[in-house]
């Protein structure tokens, strides 16, 4: 699959690698839930896309919606543990961000989740990763956005708030942590305007999905 991403212009002279874990910026959304922001951490992000978009064995899964069996809006790869990542960069990225939220997750990241929006078609409805340990503990789910920016949008899941945009790509770093998968949903919206493709990366502990 050979799919090119508008090139953002301070990231095609670098090479794909990470910055340090420095100037994260945290919002707290309320019930106990948060996010972390870091622009720009992957490096090297538009030439990361290529070599993902064309080696991953990206698969196109059918789900049971309203009594019909429809295509998910968007192609699909998993890497559970122990499995190799499909480039050494997404192994130091988890490694890192392992280390850098030790103290409040105790625990390592394990696997990774691969979702290729190949343009405003291609989307995921509101939902929060609560499959698991996520429904009942607080938890963390990374995302290193690569490719063009979309919007990540998050909303109280019980209503009474505003929701939260976001517009990830480019190697911008989101973490989603505390009790934000059992209170908050997310979601990527689908949109008639014209949009390049993305794709992002979420690392996640033992036991969540």
């Known amino acids: 699959m050979t799919v090119h991403v508008q090139g953002s212009l301070f990231d095609a002279a670098e090479e794909i ?8 910026r945290r919002t707290v959304l309320g019930h106990g839930a948060w996010i972390d922001l870091l622009p720009g951490w992957l490096t090297g992000s538009d030439a990361l896309f290529e070599e993902l978009a064309a080696g991953v064995d990206w698969q196109e899964e059918r789900r049971l919606m309203y009594e019909r069996v429809v295509a998910v809006p968007r192609l699909l790869a998993y890497f ?44 995921v409805a509101w939902h929060g990763d609560r499959i698991g340990r996520g429904d009942r503990e607080d938890t963390m789910v990374a ?16 209503g009474g ?49």
Do not use: N
């Open 80 to 123: 559970r543990a122990g499995e190799p990542l499909p480039h050494p960069v997404l192994e130091r990225a988890r490694a890192e961000l392992g280390a850098y939220y030790a103290a409040e997750l105790r625990e390592p990241f394990v696997s990774a989740g691969l979702c290729y929006y190949r343009d405003g078609r291609d989307s």
């Open 17 to 24: 690698g990470l910055r340090r874990l420095v100037g994260v």
């Open 143 to 158: 995302i290193v956005s690569v490719g063009e920016p979309r919007p990540l949008l998050l909303r109280p899941r019980f």
């Open 161 to 209: 708030g505003a929701t939260v945009r976001q517009a990830l790509g480019h190697g911008d770093l989101i973490v989603m942590g505390g009790s934000c998968q059992r209170t908050w949903e997310h979601a990527v919206p689908k949109t008639a305007r014209p949009v390049g493709p993305r794709i992002s990366i979420q690392f996640r502990p033992r036991g969540v999905a």
